[in-house]
């Protein structure tokens, strides 16, 4: 038996260990061949945090809206190239505050010009689209100076104004990147009817690489950084001339209230004066926050492909492009089939766009060996669906309908598709750092608190049942450690909700040992010697802990299904700390506890068996015995 | 002390603080809701001199936005996400719409050099509250099926499965209902916070009730005494220890928590001292004492009690 407790106290000391080793190295990298693993944020002991408890990066982004088109068509007997139209119409242009985009020639003597709606300049991107005295004005340019229009200069679309929907696809997209990423918990917010919010927390991932000319030494580059208060920035490559600094929080640029840079970014100066040290190969910024920054900037990018089958189901197949992208798609909607009444998405495609979707469909209507080839749809290089088509489809118009289409979906996939359609390019309009919505104040009150509140529970263990409470106060301090690891290694970003999940699970873990606590004392009173009252009282409560948990389990499970389903991100955070912490409690119980409690036995303590028994004259105690005098 | 014959007070006491909440959740404001689900507006406000949070804070609550979210974007411009701030219209007289009469109050730290406002959506959609809503009661339905198996060994195990749910939906149904009492007096909304701490009572409450059930069942199979009233009293005085323990420690964290911690958190924390006082309220006081109304078929006794009182056997104090 002692054999078995010895073995049984090597595991718990390995993990243990482990597990504070692991949470001790702020980021662990371990690549192995091609197995990469890197875990580690910037939250205390590494761990990562999400937006409520630490800050991160607050980026605006504008919807680009699309560029006015302007139409102008000259009269008989004109001669007149593009060059000449752009050279008359841009200083009457920049006159107005805007700037010209391009001039193409449509036709016989026919040009699309076409006019950025965006007045460059403005802090939050004026808006104005090119109408009335402005549009007259250019009217009476052209004519004065190359000749008269055959009708008056039309603007023929542009600068619409993102819908409702449109943006919320956007807003969408943007979201689903950065999870993919890997900065998980981002909000993104449609702010205003044409701008998006996104807030990422983590800016700490940033790291600057720096490669110098020659060698030079840690030291030197320390001491550059000394002057931004980064001297002791964590610089985990150490080869001669190249250099991996983590820079958590670099400043962005400060402007003033019109826009205007009034202290250059942190980063560029950081490069100054890195290379005031020695001339400088290569500077780069790269990390979480960057490299999410360069995946929002592009747009969403819808692609339609033949999918040439090799066999029936479709599982081997080759994507053949016909360019047939997006901006051929004039409209999609969610709708309902006429006769069956089934949810379907309506599309429609431009007259071009048409004429190649006719061409496709006539080919794979019919099939080839008894195989059907497919259209593959494509959102961002994701497969979103991959229809068959039963008929070849002339008109540009078709319908998509599926056996598990429901009109949430179809809604959803109208939505995607028109994203893709109209691609809405974001640039970025402002930039900053931002706070815990927490408030960093309250983060470290509560920490204070947390740690207090800790001592408390420790304290009151002990004193009630004295040397049961000791060991039971132990296995906690392992168990806290055991499941902070596990966070940090699955990884888990910790919100405010996974949080109270790790608080209800240390509840439960508390309450695992006072039950096998209160079992044994039982099992003591009952006259039962050290040892028997110890096994008895683990093997009396199991039961309790094991149905408990069970039920716990059951529920993180069904919780985490539907936030993952319903995209309640706040529910699965709890869910899925709350498992983890249980079922680290429940480990914790069976092995750690029992261990110190059976190693108890082999120390001097044995022999006082008064001290395990909690302060006697307490008020409440069990009946030795049911009374059984009831009526 | 005997915690089954006193039964019909607790039930009594239960009924009457969940109608009170009921109550007020009825009487318009219901609850006070945060702009997690209500969208609202978000203001960007630079001063012209640094500006501590703190003080932006109070000066927020004076003004009547003390549940607005503060983000420091750098030491004087701050993001205050708050309810919707309206703007000034041809209908509302100059200088007095909302947003003018909360910059103006703003002034009083500092002079503003510039302030941007927006709409904002909200971050957690109606269909998310629904959905927890939804998921919240299938966990329910799982849960009684797997009690009912897991306490196979005890008759009629349904009856455990179906009390201790009905006791988890009364802890939540009660927290609810102070929550929306307090909603009436001081500055305390649901928000995200709160249905996280909802989700925690939950978990707690289940948790809770379990090892009851399961002293009764221990008991039961021991046949420790001859009817179910008498195991399950004395099932109940055996975990007592046990309960108040877990629930006194736990208790020490939360209260240390919410007198040291900032005040952003008592929504989530409120919650949490709430559900597990009623927690372990209903594991003790509800829970089992349900068990004994099913057996012994009294569930339409409340009905019955103005007729013949001295008809049900009264047993001994």
Request: glycine letters at 10%; hydrophobic letters at 45%; proline letters at 5%.
């Amino acid at each position: 038996m002692a054999k078995g407790n010895l073995r049984r106290l090597i595991i718990v000391g390995f993990l243990a260990a482990l597990a504070v080793a692991a949470l001790v190295f702020p980021t662990i990298n371990v690549e192995a061949g091609a197995l990469k693993f890197r875990r580690g944020g910037t939250g205390p002991l590494g761990l990562r945090l999400g937006l409520d408890l630490q800050g991160g990066a607050h980026l605006v982004y504008q919807a680009v809206r699309p560029p006015n088109s302007l139409r102008v068509t000259f009269a008989e007997g004109v001669e007149v190239k593009a060059e000449r139209v752009t050279s008359v119409l841009q200083p009457v242009l920049s006159r107005q505050g805007r700037t010209l985009d391009s001039a193409a020639e449509r036709g016989v003597r026919s040009f699309v010009v076409q006019v950025p709606c965006l007045k460059p300049g403005g802090r939050t991107g004026q808006v104005s689209a090119l109408q009335g005295a402005d549009l007259a004005t250019l009217e009476r340019a052209l004519r004065e100076q190359i000749g008269p229009l055959t009708e008056p200069a039309r603007i023929t679309g542009g600068c619409e104004t993102p819908t409702s929907a449109q943006m919320e696809g956007v807003a969408g997209i943007i979201e689903r990147r950065i999870n993919e990423f890997g900065v998980t918990e981002p909000s993104v917010q449609v702010l205003g009817n044409d701008r998006i919010l996104v807030q990422l927390p983590g800016v700490g991932d940033t790291e600057i690489r720096a490669t110098f000319e020659g060698p030079v030494a840690v030291e030197a580059v320390r001491g550059a950084l000394a002057q931004f208060d980064r001297g002791n920035a964590r610089i985990p490559q150490k080869e001669s001339a190249s250099f991996t600094i983590q820079a958590p929080s670099l400043k962005p640029a400060r402007r003033d209230a019109q826009g205007n840079v009034v202290e250059p970014a942190e980063q560029d100066r950081i490069k100054e004066a890195l290379g005031k040290v020695a001339p400088l190969k290569s500077f780069t910024v790269g990390g979480g926050i960057e490299e999410a920054k360069r995946l929002i900037g592009q747009t969403a990018h819808l692609v339609f492909k033949h999918r040439a089958c090799k066999n029936g189901p479709c599982t081997q197949y080759e994507d053949i492009d016909i360019k047939l992208e997006g901006d051929d798609l004039a409209r999609a909607f969610g709708d309902r089939h006429q006769t069956t009444g089934l949810p379907i998405v309506s599309i429609e495609f431009n007259s071009e766009g048409g004429r190649i979707f006719g061409e496709l469909t006539s080919r794979i209507a019919q099939p080839h060996d008894g195989i059907f080839d497919r259209i593959a749809i494509f959102l961002d290089e994701e497969e979103l669906l991959a229809p068959v088509a039963r008929q070849a489809i002339l008109g540009g118009r078709a319908f998509i309908e599926g056996p598990d289409f429901t009109s949430e979906r179809v809604r959803t996939l109208a939505i995607q598709l028109e994203s893709g359609r109209l691609p809405i390019p974001v640039t970025v309009l402002e930039e900053r750092d931002v706070d815990a919505t927490l408030g960093a104040d309250a983060l470290s009150k509560s920490l204070v608190a947390g740690y207090i509140g800790l001592g408390a529970v420790f304290l009151f263990m002990l004193l009630y049942y004295r040397v049961l409470g000791l060991m039971a106060g132990g296995a906690l301090v392992v168990y806290t450690a055991l499941a902070l690891a596990i966070f940090k290694l699955f990884p888990v970003t910790l919100t405010l909700a996974g949080v109270a999940g790790f608080i209800l699970s240390v509840g439960m873990a508390v309450d695992a040992n006072v039950l096998i606590a209160e079992r044994t004392k039982e099992e003591l009173r009952r006259g039962r010697s050290l040892l028997s009252a110890i096994e008895l009282g683990f093997s009396r409560a199991w039961p309790s802990i094991r149905d408990s948990n069970v039920s716990t389990f059951i529920t993180c499970l069904i919780l985490w299904w539907f936030g993952t389903r319903l995209g309640a991100s706040l529910v699965v955070g709890f869910a899925i700390t709350l498992f983890l912490g249980v079922a680290v409690s429940m480990f914790s119980a069976i092995f750690v506890t029992r261990g110190f409690l059976l190693l108890a036995l082999v120390t001097p303590l044995r022999r006082a068996t008064n001290l395990f028994t909690p302060v006697p004259g307490q008020a409440l105690e069990a009946p030795a015995r049911p009374p059984f005098r009831r009526s | 002390m005997d915690f089954v014959s006193k039964r019909w007070w607790f039930l009594g006491f239960s009924f009457a603080v969940i109608m009170a909440g009921i109550i007020s959740m009825l009487v318009p404001p219901g609850f006070r809701i945060g702009i997690e689900f209500t969208g609202g507006s978000a203001l960007t406000v630079t001063f012209e001199k640094p500006v501590g949070q703190e003080q932006l804070r109070k000066t927020l609550t004076d003004l009547g936005y003390g549940e607005a979210v503060i983000q420091g974007l750098g030491e004087s411009t701050f993001l205050i996400r708050t309810r919707t701030l309206e703007e000034a219209t041809p209908g509302v007289a100059a200088g007095q719409s909302a947003r003018e009469r909360l910059e103006s109050g703003l002034r009083a730290l500092a002079p503003i050099s510039n302030s941007d406002l927006a709409a904002v959506s909200p971050v957690v959609a109606r269909e998310t509250v629904r959905n927890a809503i939804i998921a919240v009661l299938v966990a329910s339905v799982v849960i009684l099926f797997y009690i009912t198996w897991a306490f196979r060994a005890v008759p009629n195990s349904i009856r455990m499965g179906s009390t201790a749910v009905i006791a988890v939906l009364h802890d939540v149904l009660v927290t609810l209902g102070l929550f929306s009492i307090l909603g009436k007096f001081i500055n305390i909304e649901i928000n995200v916070m709160f249905i996280t701490g909802i989700l925690t009572v939950l978990g707690y409450s289940v948790h809770d009730t379990i090892v009851v059930f399961d002293r009764i069942r221990e008991n039961t199979a021991r046949r420790v005494a001859r009817d179910l009233e008498s195991t399950i009293n004395f099932s109940i005085m055996e975990t007592l220890g046990r309960s108040l323990n877990t629930s006194i420690t736990t208790l020490m964290a939360i209260v240390a928590l919410l007198i040291l911690g900032g005040p952003t958190l008592q929504s989530l924390l409120l919650t949490f001292l709430i559900g597990l006082i009623t927690g372990t309220y209903s594991s003790i006081c509800i829970a089992a004492q349900l068990l004994v109304v099913w057996q012994r078929g009294e569930w339409l006794r409340p009905f019955r009690w103005r007729r013949a009182p001295a008809a049900s056997p009264a047993p001994p104090a």
